[in-house]
């Protein structure tokens, strides 16, 4: 009986370290906001949150828009698409002004920071890892 519930405390503890070190993520983890920042590009981040404070805002309005649009019993096929265009163009115009800023990676879709993302192997954009 000791030593099963050894090897079940074993067990535990490994699984604990385990979990821990997948929590971790190598840096952040893929399409995390602040893979890229640095300090020497803090000054780049500050001025684009700076320059883009009300695109972001109107973005964040009109999500919230198009989800209670979208929740309610009968929601307007016509107004969805109006929203969803223009939350589309103001993504864009917010992705050029990050690559404006020196943030290339922002967004979180495309072809960058993922597995297979390079010609180079695997695992080659992750800043820290083993």
Known sequence: MK????????????GG???SAYAW????????????????????????LNDTQALRTSI??????LNALMMG????????RVLSEKISKQENELRKKANGHGMSN?????NGRGWHSGTSGYNQNLPGCW
Not at 33 to 43: F, L, T
């Open 60 to 65: 964040s309005a009109d999500r919230a828009e």
């Open 25 to 48: 993520r190598c840096g952040g983890g893929q399409g995390s906001p602040n893979y890229n920042r640095s300090a020497n590009n803090d000054v780049n981040y500050q001025s684009f």
């Open 17 to 19: 370290f385990a979990a």
């Open 106 to 110: 922002m967004g979180g879709m495309g």
């Open 3 to 14: 030593k099963v519930i050894t090897a079940v405390v074993a067990i535990l503890i490994v």
């Open 73 to 80: 019993t009968n929601p307007d096929p016509a107004r969805a």
